[in-house]
Structure formats: C-alpha cells, structure tokens
C-alpha cells in the first residue's frame, strides 16, 4: 500500500505565480515530513522539511504546510523560477525508523 | 569530497550475473541508506546502517541482495544472479542528524 501519495504527476505553472504540490499520507505514526528535489541523471536534493510539532515552516521562497487531521501536506513555492522545474518528492518518517517513505513524485514545469 | 558519491554511475549487466555497487558516503556521516528508485516512481527503501551495524533490513526484496559496510564508511550493495526486474536506479543517501543527502545513484539496466 502507498503511504505517501502525490496524486499530481505534473505541474505547470507561469514564471512568477505561485506553485503549490501536494501529499498525502495514511500512517497517523509519521512525525517529520520532507520534500525533495530532483533533477534528471541527480539524485533527491533536500529542499525544505517540518516536524508534525509544528503546522508551517518557511525558508525563503519555499513554504511548508502541515495538515495533521487532514494528513495532508504541501510545499508552496512563490515566486517560482524556471530553475523550479525538477521533479518533487516528499517523504515521511516517524521516529525509531530512520528510513524515509517517499511519495512517486510530481513534475514541476515553469514555462517563461 | 563535498557530497555523496556512487560507482558505476551506469551498469549493464546480463540476467544472472552478479553485480556489485559502491557507495561513499559524506565523512563523518553515521548513517548510510540505500534505496532503489523503479521508474516513474519515488525511491523505496532497501536497508540502512549506523556506522557498521546494518540495523534494518527490512526493504531488501530477496535474499539476492545484500548490503556491507564492514568499517562504517564505504558501503557496498551487492546483488546476486541478477534479474529484469532488478532494473532501476539505485540510491545511496547519508545523514548525520535529519536530512538525508543523496548521492547521484548507480543506474543498472539487466538485459
């Protein structure tokens, strides 16, 4: 069964406006929550992530948001930039696990 | 060096053989994943390590596949009589507290 699900494979978003991906996960034990970046021929890159202690996180243009009842997360990214395109995954883990449950990925496209 | 890195980058290997692959972790990172990324798909975990010890092993999907890090540094995923649906991107990733860094993965195609 899918843990953690992206129902959007893809995306596409002007140049400028807001790009918004979203989660969806079904283990209530998930306790910190991550997104990741990823370019063709690399690997995941780290971007942004949030413990389930809290409901939002930022880090410059790059914005987490947590929904513990709804199991819901969603990275927002504002303004977006043509170098924003890549693929996102987000992953869960919950404590004592260590390994990461990744979601299958949304593709980002920033048309000019 | 800076980040993660993983050899071959690129591996081709006939059904049956054995194939063998490397990862060097970030120095003085404790914990090294491995995990195999199918395409269209997110990875999915194989195994993991806390210095030397391999404490969970639980992703590995049989027992052709198998997983060393005999002095807590450099890892290797060994796989043995290789099959199709061996084909994938496999990913090394290590962290010293939170975030896993990844490395650029070892891509094996099994004809």
């Known amino acids: 069964d899918q843990q953690v699900k992206q129902n959007s494979p893809s995306l596409s978003v002007q140049e400028g406006r807001i790009s918004i991906l979203n989660c969806d996960y079904t283990n209530s034990m998930f306790d910190y929550f991550l997104w990741y970046k990823k370019y063709p021929a690399e690997g995941p890159t780290f971007l942004i992530s949030?413990?389930?202690?809290?409901d939002k996180n930022e880090d410059g243009r790059f914005t987490v948001f947590l929904n513990k009842s709804a199991k819901h997360l969603s990275l927002h990214i504002v303004p977006s930039q043509p170098g924003d395109s890549a693929v996102y995954f987000c992953?869960?883990?919950?404590?004592?696990?260590?390994?990461?449950?990744f979601g299958q990925g949304t593709r980002l496209t920033i048309n000019p | 060096g800076a980040g993660v890195s993983q050899s071959p980058r690129y591996k081709v290997a006939k059904r049956g053989q054995d194939v063998a692959l490397r990862c060097d972790p970030i120095s003085g990172h404790v914990s090294l994943f491995w995990y195999q990324q199918a395409l269209g798909q997110g990875p999915e975990f194989l195994t993991y390590?806390?210095?030397?010890?391999?404490?969970?092993k639980s992703g590995l999907p049989s027992d052709r596949f198998f997983a060393e890090r005999p002095e807590g540094s450099v890892s290797t995923l060994k796989i043995q009589r290789t099959q199709q649906e061996d084909s994938a991107v496999y990913l090394c990733?290590?962290?010293?507290?939170?975030?896993?860094?990844f490395g650029p993965g070892t891509r094996l195609t099994v004809t």
């Open positions: 390590f806390q210095n030397e010890a391999q404490l969970d």
């Open positions: 992953a869960a883990s919950f404590q004592g696990a260590q390994k990461l449950v």
């Open positions: 990733a290590s962290s010293l507290v939170g975030e896993q860094y």
């Open positions: 949030i413990s389930s202690i809290k």
